[in-house]
């Protein structure tokens, strides 16, 4: 069974600072997505980037870029000139290819100080 | 078009009693999926469902629990006898078609189920 974890429970950021939020993931799969997540306090699960494992180039969203190292099965979120929207808690999820669920990390709740 | 509705938002049963939890998935949209969220966890798939099919129940409890989407109607996802351990909140997503590494996937606001 696949496994995500999220290292940091909790992590902060000075508005205007860059913040790399870190994911590790446990498969035998050679081919899945991966995805960052932001739930706001309304509780409202909004995507933030998708990757493609067989793509070798990261995934770049405007602010938000992530760090896929596939051979470590890393996959890190960074958030450039953090704003104070930005606050939220962050899940990292992975998908197989062949299957329809999305499988959770135990999130990194962010806080942007002002 | 309006998004995935989940309702009520919130839900107060007692110990022992039924909770009826329903997902207007958007318009368009044939899948639904189920996740349930404890208190400082992440999300939890319980069950994937099509129109009058259920495709994949491996993460729902062997008991008490079900789902169901109809061909008319909300998606239902119910909890009878609950017990405190129930209380989460319960995410419903939907997709036009097989969300497979899709960003078509989207989730509603969920409800917040709280077992007294």
């Known amino acids: 069974a696949q496994t995500v974890t999220q290292s940091q429970p909790e992590m902060s950021v000075q508005e205007a600072e860059t913040v790399t939020l870190s994911c590790t993931y446990d498969?035998?799969?050679?081919?899945?997505?991966l995805f960052w997540y932001k739930q706001p306090p309304s509780r409202q699960m909004i995507l933030v980037i998708r990757q493609e494992a067989y793509k070798q180039q990261n995934a770049t969203e405007n602010r938000f870029s992530v760090n896929f190292q596939k051979a470590a099965k890393s996959f890190s979120l960074k958030i450039s000139d953090s704003q104070l929207g930005d606050a939220a808690m962050y899940f990292c999820?992975?998908?197989?290819?062949?299957?329809?669920?999305?499988?959770f990390g135990e999130g990194t709740q962010l806080t942007v100080n002002p | 078009n309006a998004g995935v509705m989940q309702n009520p938002r919130h839900l107060v049963r007692r110990r022992g009693q039924e909770a009826r939890l329903r997902c207007s998935p958007m318009k368009g949209h044939s899948h639904v999926y189920w996740y349930r969220q404890l208190p400082e966890e992440g999300l939890k798939f319980m069950v994937y469902?099509?129109?009058?099919?259920?495709?994949?129940e491996s993460g729902m409890p062997k008991e008490r629990f079900s789902a169901e989407f109809p061909k008319e109607g909300p998606s239902i996802l119910r909890i009878q006898q609950v017990v405190r351990g129930d209380s989460a909140a319960y995410f419903c997503a939907s997709s036009p078609q097989w969300a497979g590494g899709s960003e078509k996937l989207f989730f509603g606001s969920g409800t917040q189920l709280s077992v007294l």
């Open positions: 498969t035998s799969e050679s081919d899945y997505y």
């Open positions: 999820a992975f998908q197989e290819t062949s299957g329809s669920r999305l499988t």
């Open positions: 469902l099509q129109k009058e099919n259920i495709i994949d």
